[in-house]
């Protein structure tokens, strides 16, 4: 693969690092492995950051967990689909961030587009309302609500970005929760 993807061009890196913005006017260049040249230039996060993305995420989780079960799921499929369909994309952004082998990258995509589907196809059943029995056998019964708890931090490690990254929130997503995630400080 060059340097410059077809799939996955220097611009369209450009425009999504332009949309992230950091209190400390500092930034630092990523290389790719696979390359060896500049991948991205990317904002260095102070605490305020952390703390203005942990409140939009409160805000957006709010919103999120009044979100339907049925929709969730309908989301977490629409998510299996759209990996699906922009794989090849998705494989060249892995290979330039962590100098996979397309093979293993492929690894990463099928394991995200598995969970999507796994979660969207189980999800009104693993949160509906679960009834047990109470202390008093026959007299009280006990039904066990699941209900999202908030904001869920994630430092994910670098050698699976997209697995670590966003298949292991998709749980606490598909739950009605947000999700903070940081790459490991040892990311390329």
Known sequence: MPASSTLFPQSRIDVLTAQIRSTTGESRTTTSPFTGEPLAVVPVSSLDDVDAAFDAARAAQVRWSRTAVRQRAK????????????????????????????????????????????????????????????????????????????????????????????ADG?????????????????SP
Do not use: C
Not at 170 to 186: E, F, H, T, Y
């Open 170 to 186: 998709l749980p606490a997503i598909a739950a009605g929760n947000a999700v903070v995630q940081k790459p490991d400080s040892q």
């Open 75 to 166: 989301a977490l499929l629409k998510l299996h689909d759209l990996v699906l369909e922009r794989q090849d994309e998705l494989l060249d952004l892995i290979q330039l961030e962590s100098g996979k082998s397309r093979r293993h990258a492929f690894d990463e995509i099928a394991h995200l587009a598995l969970t999507a589907r796994y979660y969207g196809r189980r999800l009104r059943r693993q949160l509906r309302p679960d009834g047990r029995p109470g202390v008093i056998p026959l007299l009280t019964d006990i039904t066990v609500h699941h209900v999202p708890k908030g904001v869920v931090g994630i430092i994910s490690p670098w050698n699976y970005p997209l697995t670590m990254a966003v």
